[in-house]
Every structure is written in structure tokens, then in C-alpha cells.
């Protein structure tokens, strides 16, 4: 598997160099457990360019998922999975780095073709919104955003991405190159039958407001994190 890093301008040029482990050999895997269903594409023109949207239902959460595609992708395209965030992504809260990523995401795709897969009922790493503002509510008591889960007897990360697997199944991709930080979703998506080809930095979205959180998800949660922080 190679690594290609981004800056946070996505118009640079992406350059190539080798990652951990890992090689770029097909392996036949069972296919995503979690059960999705194609419901509509339609075209919707955004700021970061016009998009195909198609929506997912997915069968064992309920949630309503969405692909976000730019031209037609094919295996080695870009794709981000990317969790919501509505404090990151609607109110442009600097405690996380969630905003600025979807953005740096889209941009991506936008230029260079791909898939940006949005994940509904992520909120807060998958724990949920009201539980999400509990542990923002702790951590100002000085816990870390790992153990403030922990004492809300929650986990420390949630997220399933099975569906994500299915959904890039149906759109026919077996091999992608993932544009992320955290090898959890890589772990996931090759459980599911999906190739990652590369892991693809974003280094988006540092802020002095969100230097502990990203110190954390490096130090204590494993995430490959290239920011100044």
C-alpha cells in the first residue's frame, strides 16, 4: 500500500511514497454483512462543484446514507467515508476537524473524479449527538475526548463501516484509494472485500481549539495524523 499526502490546498499536485505494510495484491474477502438499498440519484451543483447524489437506505440501522460522486469512478479513484458532524460541518466548530475535511474531500473529487461516501448516525464517532455534547461537557472537566466516552460508559469510537463497503459495492469499486487518517476504516473496508490501494492523508482542519483532540486520536487512538499540532 503507498500513501499519497494532500496539502490542505487540493489544487497541489499529490505525491506518492511508500506507507505501512501491506501490498496491492487482490484478495478474494466475504462482502459487506450490513445490507444497503439504492434509492435515487439525482445532480445537485454545490460550492465544491456538481455532484452526483445518490442515497442509501441502510437495512440494519435505518440510517439514510449518501455517495457523493464526481465523474465516473473506477477502481484507484479517490473515495473519503466521512462520517456526520453537525457541529463541525454545520456550525464550523473548530473542536473538531470534521468541516474542513468534507470540504478538503470534495474538492478532491471534484478534480481529480472519485466518491465522497457520507455516513448518516456517525454523530459523534457514532455515539449520537446528545451524547457527543455530554462528552464535549466532560472534556471541559479536563478529560480527553477518549476517556470522556469512556465515563459516559459509551466506546471510544462506534463506527461501522460495513455499509460504506456495501455502498461502494453497488458503485462497483473494489479498489480504491482512501482518502483518510484513521486506520480503522481501512481495517473495515478490507474486511468487506474493498482493495485500499492507498491511504490518502488530510491534513485539514488543525486549530489550537482541537490540538488536545488531535494529540489524542494520535497518541492514545492510532491515528495517522500529519498536522502541526
Same mark, same amino acid.
Given at each position: 500500500?503507498?500513501?499519497?499526502?494532500?496539502?490542505?490546498?487540493? !489544487?497541489?499536485?499529490?505525491?506518492?511514497?511508500?506507507?505501512?505494510?501491506?501490498? *496491492?495484491?487482490?484478495?478474494?474477502?466475504?462482502?459487506?454483512?450490513? #445490507?444497503?438499498?439504492?434509492? %435515487?440519484?439525482?445532480?445537485?451543483?454545490?460550492?465544491? &462543484?456538481?455532484?452526483?447524489?445518490?442515497?442509501?437506505?441502510?437495512?440494519?440501522?435505518?440510517?439514510?446514507? @449518501?455517495?457523493?460522486?464526481?465523474?465516473?469512478?473506477?477502481?484507484?479513484?479517490? %473515495?473519503?467515508?466521512? !462520517?456526520?458532524?453537525?457541529?463541525? +460541518?454545520?456550525?464550523? !466548530?473548530?473542536?473538531?476537524?470534521?468541516?474542513?475535511?468534507?470540504?478538503?474531500? @470534495?474538492?478532491?473529487?471534484?478534480?481529480?473524479? &472519485? %466518491?465522497?461516501?457520507?455516513?448518516?448516525?456517525? +454523530?459523534?464517532? #457514532?455515539?449520537?449527538?446528545?451524547?457527543?455534547?455530554?462528552?464535549?461537557?466532560?472534556?471541559?472537566?479536563?478529560?480527553?475526548? @477518549?476517556?470522556?466516552?469512556?465515563?459516559?460508559?459509551?466506546?471510544?469510537?462506534?463506527?461501522?463501516?460495513?455499509?460504506?463497503?456495501?455502498?461502494?459495492?453497488?458503485?462497483?469499486?473494489?479498489?480504491?484509494?482512501?482518502?483518510? *487518517?484513521?486506520?480503522?476504516?481501512?481495517?473495515?473496508?478490507?474486511?468487506? #472485500?474493498?482493495? %485500499?490501494?492507498?491511504?490518502?492523508?488530510?491534513?485539514? &482542519?488543525?486549530?489550537?481549539?482541537?490540538?488536545?483532540?488531535?494529540?489524542?486520536?494520535?497518541?492514545?487512538?492510532?491515528?495517522?495524523?500529519?498536522?502541526?499540532?
Amino acid at each position: 500500500m503507498t500513501e499519497t499526502c494532500f496539502s490542505t490546498n487540493p !489544487s497541489s499536485p499529490p505525491t506518492t511514497t511508500l506507507s505501512e505494510g501491506g501490498d *496491492n495484491t487482490c484478495t478474494v474477502r466475504p462482502i459487506a454483512i450490513s #445490507g444497503v438499498t439504492f434509492e %435515487v440519484e439525482t445532480t445537485i451543483p454545490t460550492e465544491h &462543484g456538481t455532484f452526483q447524489f445518490r442515497a442509501y437506505h441502510d437495512l440494519v440501522t435505518g440510517s439514510e446514507h @449518501l455517495a457523493i460522486v464526481s465523474g465516473t469512478p473506477t477502481d484507484g479513484c479517490f %473515495v473519503r467515508v466521512h !462520517s456526520e458532524c453537525l457541529t463541525g +460541518e454545520i456550525f464550523q !466548530s473548530h473542536k473538531c476537524e470534521c468541516g474542513p475535511q468534507l470540504d478538503s474531500a @470534495l474538492n478532491i473529487i471534484n478534480q481529480y473524479g &472519485g %466518491v465522497v461516501i457520507y455516513m448518516r448516525g456517525h +454523530e459523534g464517532r #457514532g455515539i449520537g449527538l446528545i451524547n457527543k455534547l455530554k462528552a464535549y461537557r466532560l472534556q471541559e472537566t479536563g478529560l480527553d475526548t @477518549l476517556d470522556a466516552n469512556l465515563a459516559l460508559g459509551l466506546p471510544a469510537d462506534d463506527r461501522d463501516y460495513s455499509a460504506a463497503a456495501a455502498i461502494l459495492h453497488d458503485l462497483r469499486l473494489r479498489a480504491v484509494r482512501l482518502l483518510t *487518517n484513521n486506520p480503522d476504516k481501512v481495517g473495515q473496508l478490507t474486511k468487506h #472485500g474493498i482493495t %485500499v490501494l492507498e491511504r490518502v492523508p488530510l491534513t485539514a &482542519g488543525a486549530h489550537p481549539a482541537n490540538s488536545a483532540y488531535l494529540r489524542t486520536k494520535r497518541d492514545r487512538m492510532g491515528h495517522l495524523l500529519q498536522h502541526t499540532i
